[in-house]
């Protein structure tokens, strides 16, 4: 293993990006300095930063063989596409979704995408953790909406792999301290990410520190994407290539005329190194497209390209939709100080050129695009507080009928131990019609500090889909805007026989065990049974 630079100690933290399409590893130490990792054999072996500096990206790529061997990264990711059936790509995204979707790996059953990842993930920080010398603790970053299973799962892996320690930190947090940004509360960021699926505008803000800490938490006003990524930039080279030769082929360049893989492969390459030199050496081999050389391709080709298939058009609708949505959560457009571009897409210079020119009075970063979240990941100053203690409020959300409006019924208070010394809350859930069958948990991660209290509870949901919870008076004064955490995967209750109304139907009690997690005990009050015996709900900051 080698580094884009060289330190005399063994660093502090490893910052893990695992994204949809490259995996990233950088090693931080506690004087600041910091630099990515690069695997011979696993990484791009493609130009980044300083000269003879080689990517850090790991292509997110497993090939199994009929040998039962494994093949990593770009190994695997550039191997025989006949074998492509065999090769399991993009499984963060799988896990992400919880699929169920099995790939060929030489068995009868084939093997799911998650155990896949696994196995790509464990070797790989097997190796980062055993040649760094066993001492540094894993810093994973975590997309915005990932469920609680997505951080378990990323703890399993760093455990299985030898790693002493494992936190994790918000994606779009560790992207802003990766490009140096020390923020202050209601700073507003515009993070751009292009990767092999999609392009992706986040509008983030800086939140009070919520432990103490020096740096805030950031919280996403707004967000969009669209499947333009690198994918679809790949397969729009791929057809000029087509259109340019015309070595045979039919209706050459057509949409409807399929691009052979290897082609596919080309044009990746050719992507990948126009995010360095100017122009790609016209006798530079196309992985067997023919047998010939690709035609010279230049940066001002690849920028008409793009122009030519709506990019750009695509990339400032992603935007305004992501602002919009974030004006709509009471977002100020003046407290926007800078935008930050993150993924392979968004090395190219013709996609930076773009942001620069929208936002010309602005600052626009993007001289980490492949690195600057692991390089976040891997400067996060550990917690001062004590790690014993959860740092957010979380609540139930409930409909208040008098006020016509959501309020709000705390659970957990941040600075509550973990594990809790018993419950830590419970509910009693009533019907709000006869026959309603299903019942939800509304659970929220509250902004900000809120409250003094939790006393028994009854939430009643509604035939309009409102839930609305029994009680003592809610807490008032509310600071910021409260975020879904289980709206991604909602936790329903389901009642048979029926229920019926205003009689109560489940009992709830919440506990907090050892690994931070929210978990629930349900018991049906006119049955009897037990439904769920500490069943985790969230894993809590």
């Not at 011979?40 to 497993?62: A, K, L, Q, T, Y």
């Not at 609708?317 to 009471?330: H, L, V």
């Amino acid at each position: 293993m080698d580094t884009t630079g060289t330190h005399k100690d063994l660093p502090s933290r490893l910052g893990v990006d695992f994204g949809n399409d490259t995996l990233v590893i950088s090693s931080g130490c506690d004087d600041g300095r910091c630099s990515p990792l690069v695997f011979p054999g696993w990484s791009e072996n493609i130009p980044f930063g300083e000269p003879d500096c080689r990517s850090p990206g790991i292509p997110v790529c497993i090939r199994f063989t009929e040998t039962g061997e494994r093949i990593l990264g770009v190994s695997a990711d550039c191997g025989d596409p006949a074998s492509s059936l065999c090769t399991g790509r993009w499984m963060r995204k799988y896990v992400l979704e919880n699929s169920p979707v099995r790939m060929p790996d030489g068995g009868s059953r084939g093997m799911r995408y998650q155990d896949a990842g696994e196995v790509f993930l464990r070797e790989v920080l097997a190796r980062a953790v055993r040649e760094t010398g066993r001492s540094a603790g894993i810093v994973f970053t975590i997309p915005d909406g990932a469920p609680e299973q997505y951080i378990q799962w990323l703890g399993r892996i760093a455990g299985a792999a030898g790693a002493p320690s494992w936190q994790a930190i918000d994606e779009s947090r560790a992207v802003v301290t990766g490009y140096g940004m020390v923020p202050s509360p209601g700073d507003g960021f515009l993070i751009l990410r292009c990767d092999e699926l999609e392009l992706d505008a986040s509008v983030v803000v800086a939140a009070d520190p919520s432990d103490g800490g020096a740096s805030p938490a950031m919280v996403v006003r707004g967000r969009a994407t669209e499947p333009t990524g690198c994918g679809a930039i790949d397969s729009w080279i791929a057809r000029d290539l087509m259109v340019r030769d015309r070595r045979g082929w039919s209706s050459a360049g057509s949409r409807g005329v399929p691009i052979p893989p290897a082609l596919l492969l080309a044009a990746r390459d050719i992507r990948s190194q126009l995010t360095h030199p100017v122009t790609v050496p016209a006798d530079r081999p196309d992985a067997g497209y023919s047998n010939a050389p690709v035609p010279e391709f230049s940066r001002e080709d690849l920028a008409l390209i793009l122009d030519a298939n709506g990019f750009f058009t695509s990339l400032d609708r992603t935007i305004d939709r992501a602002f919009a949505r974030a004006r709509s959560r009471g977002f100020d457009d003046q407290a926007l100080r800078a935008v930050l571009l993150t993924g392979n897409g968004c090395a190219l210079p013709a996609v930076q050129a773009a942001a620069r020119k929208r936002f010309a009075a602005l600052p626009v970063h993007c001289d980490h695009p492949l690195d600057a979240a692991a390089r976040g990941a891997a400067l996060s100053a550990p917690s001062a507080q004590d790690p014993g203690r959860i740092r957010r409020d979380y609540a139930l959300r409930y409909w208040d009928p008098a006020a016509r409006e959501h309020r709000y019924r705390f659970l957990v208070h941040g600075g509550a131990r973990f594990p809790s010394a018993g419950q830590v809350a419970r509910v009693t859930i009533c019907a709000a019609y006869d026959g309603q069958a299903q019942l939800g948990i509304p659970l929220y991660e509250m902004p900000a500090p809120q409250g003094d209290g939790i006393s028994a509870l009854e939430l009643v949901a509604d035939k309009a889909g409102g839930i609305r919870l029994a009680g003592p008076s809610p807490d008032s004064g509310a600071r910021g805007r409260p975020v879904p955490v289980n709206g991604g995967i909602p936790v329903y209750l389901a009642a048979s026989p029926p229920a019926v109304k205003g009689e109560p139907r489940f009992e709830l009690t919440f506990t907090i065990d050892a690994e931070r997690c929210l978990c629930v005990t349900v018991r049906d009050l006119a049955t009897g049974r037990l439904l769920k015996k500490d069943e985790a709900l969230h894993t809590l900051m």
